[in-house]
């Protein structure tokens, strides 16, 4: 190369490198532990659409469904540690970080769905998204489930029907000590490894929502329900703060345009798709839905419903005043 052609040569490598940069955007990992075709797996592949068609010079959101990348546990630490940029954890996921959260696995707390959105669009609702942000976590919005509802390899209608049977339940003390109330014993366990424990039936039980009860055949070993309604499962939509912090203003609104759009639709799909499958669980031959009266279901809430007072001092008296006030619209 003689001296003529190396200012040329220089001169094009700084032409070239914008188009360089521009060619590889930054891959942002979004992880989550259930199937693409849940409401959480269709929030997510909006969410991609919406910030790659804005964003896409910038950005590419790399989606790990069905737990292959880690479970929920490992996904808040990640998070917090900015090693994955976002995830979807079930909000009974956050107890090594605060413990406000706690408030969402309270049985019998909320009448219904309605009651859980009014509280998380609450203002008290509001500020948990931001509770743990001095611990590199921020929640940017809540995703809906559903109520969960109890099922067991055997029929049941009364708490003492439960007594020595094994429930799965998310790794919560609220949960577990929840089904110690009933003289159950509680498994905590992931939720990718349900399925396999309900088949060998090393656990006689769990709670799930009907979506969840029916997208992961959970009834082929659980032929036994009860229209509970008893819990919460939703989700905080997250991210590691120091990576929010770090975005310019303008991709702040492009990801809280998506984020609005995909939670809208996720909700949407999680509300239709709840009350389907709860159908569809009702009309299969071998299922028994039994639904309790008013009566019944009272006994069920005198059993679970000691746990409010207990938990008073960890989540806060006004955390869990503004959720009963939510129930009382």
Do not use: C
Not at 77 to 85: D, N, Q, V
Not at 128 to 147: D, K
Not at 208 to 215: E, G, V
């Amino acid at each position: 190369m003689n001296r003529r052609t190396l200012p040329s040569l220089l001169g094009l490598i700084a032409l070239l490198m914008p188009m360089l940069l521009w060619a590889a955007p930054q891959q942002l990992i979004l992880s989550h532990v259930v199937s693409p075709d849940t409401p959480k797996g269709k929030m997510a592949e909006m969410f991609k659409s919406i910030i790659e068609k804005k964003l896409g010079d910038r950005y590419e959101i790399i989606i790990h469904s069905n737990a292959s990348l880690m479970d929920d546990d490992e996904a808040v630490t990640a998070i917090a540690e900015g090693r994955i940029h976002f995830a979807a954890p079930s909000l009974s996921k956050f107890e090594s970080y605060t413990q406000q959260l706690k408030v969402f696995d309270l049985p019998f707390l909320f009448p219904d769905m309605n009651a859980v959105n009014r509280f998380q669009k609450s203002p008290t609702g509001q500020a948990l998204l931001s509770s743990m942000e001095s611990q590199g976590i921020l929640g940017l919005g809540y995703l809906h489930n559903g109520l969960k509802q109890l099922t067991a390899d055997r029929p049941f209608t009364r708490p003492e029907d439960l007594a020595g049977l094994r429930f799965r339940t998310m790794n919560s003390d609220v949960l577990i000590k929840q089904f110690e109330l009933l003289n159950a014993e509680a498994v905590p366990m992931a939720f990718s490894k349900v399925y396999e424990s309900l088949a060998n039936r090393s656990i006689q039980g769990q709670e799930n929502t009907w979506s969840n009860i029916f997208s992961q055949a959970f009834y082929d070993h659980q032929p036994y329900m009860m229209i509970s309604n008893h819990g919460v499962l939703d989700y905080m939509l997250i991210t590691n703060s120091e990576f929010w912090s770090g975005l310019s203003e303008e991709e702040r609104r492009s990801f809280r345009f998506a984020l609005e759009m995909s939670l809208k639709y996720g909700n949407a799909v999680a509300k239709a798709k709840s009350a389907n499958d709860k159908i569809e669980l009702g009309r299969m031959k071998g299922v028994s839905v039994y639904e309790p009266s008013a009566d019944e279901l009272t006994v069920w809430q005198t059993a679970m419903q000691p746990l409010w007072a207990s938990y008073e001092g960890l989540i806060g008296e006004k955390v869990i005043q503004a959720a009963q006030q939510a129930g009382r619209p």
